[in-house]
């Protein structure tokens, strides 16, 4: 694909600001050494607009603009739950873990299970989640954007999936490694900026180009028409991709599993609540971030639905030549995860190709930079500060982040290449985590809101939820969509939690059992006003596209 001078002043001058903004919002005062909370927790000084916006950009990344555009050409609109269903699990969180996550003054999620739980369950979490991040997280929004950028630069052939690679290593390392979390959420805003306008621009160039006779309007009109099927969110047994959204499940089963876990306890989302400047701050920003995820959608899920009408050439579909051929695979198979950069390389201009790309790198970079922040955050907070130096000082605590923060990018970056071709990754991705996350998520559950919840309870139904889970997906004659297994994986772990708490202790709460108000979960009404309109559009998008 042939890219302009221009596109390539866009793109460069994309990088320079990021890198010089990340570097500027974190040098911090003047004769002010960077201590742990600077560095982890950006001073504790997030405005509830900084956390929205750096939600958004460290939740949306390769994984949604590839790998969920790939799904939308595959599956539909129906995709879109994942997004809009977030909209509303935000709001759940904001509500009732916030109170309690602010409230004890958190660096990290395992330091809650230290507080709630004990200190060997903390750290065997806290191992998890680093394995987690370094070995699935990065590596896959690594080789993602990775096989993007190869295709709107090269010919999509793989030549330039390791320069490219190294490229986003380097980006999200320059600022990142030395500004820490003040770096990653400041720079956030203008990424989040930056990858709405381009996925706008890519979504609605693509839809003006589906029809003959051009415009937007007309464009998704027609897609609508000639492929109905793609715009049910509701999908029935008959469909073939009923396993992946198992119907009406998708929003009373599964689905609540995956989002809590995601939203709820995961380090490299939830850091930047940690840092805001107060818990209303903390919970204006994720409702902020809800109407972000209501639009999502159109600019991730859409342009895979445009490039599934391109690809099938229905009658009154604009006809492009080598369209079958692209997305055709050696083995004959349908290659979906090339809609997004397949859909820029062909149908965006130059002049416009350089923004667009810089909005898809921005995705790819602020998600890598939350996640190398979050890894060194658990490193040095839960493993390096408690087991290795008790007496470190806090220019020791921050050189150490940076260190594993490094560290991690470079294992993830020899290990990227190595993913090879995996048909929807988003899919993929959300399967895998799911062996892990029921149990998790029943043992945060049970810790914040049942008092008789003791340590060997949690300690057995982690432990028990990876057999549960293992057992649901590989027993012969057990034939159940994953998200179903997730959802019965969780429900199990919790009866387990329930039953082996109450053999210990059947009278007495736990003795770190968290004490709860009526004063906990009240909120002000700028959220409550927020939580209503989310809500309300809610129930009319589900209502349009049942």
Not at 232 to 251: C, H, K, T, W
Not at 519 to 534: C, D, L, R, W
Request: glycine letters at 10%; charged letters at 10%; proline letters at 4%.
């Amino acid at each position: 694909m042939e890219f302009s001078a221009i596109d390539y002043g866009i793109f460069i001058g994309y990088i320079l600001v990021i890198v010089t903004l990340g570097l500027w919002v974190s040098r911090g005062k003047k004769g002010h050494e960077k201590n742990a909370e600077d560095y982890f927790l950006a001073g504790k000084s997030l405005p509830w607009w900084a956390i929205g916006a750096s939600l958004i950009a460290a939740n949306i990344s390769a994984e949604q603009f590839i790998g969920m555009s790939g799904s939308g050409f595959a599956i539909g609109l129906a995709i879109a739950s994942y997004e809009w269903m977030s909209a509303l699990t935000l709001l759940i969180v904001a509500k009732y873990f916030m109170p309690i996550f602010i409230e004890k003054k958190l660096y990290t999620i395992p330091e809650f299970v230290e507080q709630r739980f004990s200190t060997n369950l903390k750290t065997i979490l806290a191992v998890f989640w680093i394995a987690l991040f370094v070995f699935v997280n990065l590596t896959s929004v690594l080789f993602l954007g990775a096989k993007a950028v190869d295709t709107i630069l090269g010919n999509g052939d793989g030549g330039l999936i390791i320069y490219a690679i190294m490229g986003l290593a380097f980006i999200a390392a320059a600022y990142s490694l030395y500004g820490g979390l003040s770096a990653v959420a400041w720079t956030d805003v203008l990424q989040v900026a930056m990858l709405v306008v381009g996925g706008l621009i890519t979504t609605l160039i693509a839809l003006d180009h589906v029809t003959p006779d051009g415009g937007i309007i007309a464009g998704f009109n027609h897609v609508i028409q000639v492929t109905p099927e793609k715009f049910q969110m509701i999908l029935s047994r008959d469909n073939s991709e009923y396993f992946n959204l198992p119907g009406i499940a998708v929003l009373i089963g599964g689905l609540w599993v995956a989002n809590l876990y995601y939203w709820g306890f995961n380090q490299y989302i939830i850091q930047r609540a940690l840092a805001a400047k107060s818990l209303p701050e903390a919970q204006k920003g994720l409702a902020f971030a809800g109407f972000l995820k209501l639009i999502i959608p159109l600019i991730v899920v859409v342009p895979g639905i445009v490039a599934y009408v391109m690809f099938a050439q229905p009658d009154g579909t604009t006809i492009i030549p080598g369209v079958q051929e692209a997305f055709s695979s050696t083995n004959g198979s349908i290659n979906y995860d090339k809609s997004y950069p397949w859909l820029i390389s062909v149908f965006v201009p130059n002049g416009l190709k350089g923004l667009v790309l810089a909005a898809l790198v921005a995705a790819i970079v602020s998600s890598l930079a939350s996640m190398l922040n979050s890894t060194s955050t658990i490193f040095t907070m839960d493993i390096y500060k408690p087991y290795l130096n008790k007496t470190a000082g806090e220019k020791q605590v921050v050189f150490t982040g940076r260190v594993t923060a490094a560290i991690a990018l470079i294992i993830a970056g020899f290990i990227a290449p190595l993913l090879g071709n995996v048909p929807q990754m988003f899919q993929y991705i959300q399967e895998y985590t799911g062996l892990v996350s029921p149990g998790i998520l029943a043992v945060f559950l049970m810790g914040l809101f049942w008092k008789k919840t003791t340590n060997i309870g949690a300690i057995a139904g982690v432990i028990a939820s990876i057999l549960i889970a293992f057992g649901l997906k590989n027993i012969p004659g057990v034939d159940l969509p994953w998200m179903d297994q997730m959802m019965y994986t969780c429900l199990i772990t919790i009866v387990i939690i329930m039953g082996v708490s109450l053999s210990a202790s059947k009278q007495d709460d736990d003795a770190k059992a968290i004490i709860l108000t009526n004063k906990t979960f009240k909120t002000g009404p700028g959220f409550n006003i927020s939580a209503y309109a989310i809500m309300i559009i809610l129930v009319a998008l589900y209502a349009i596209f049942w």
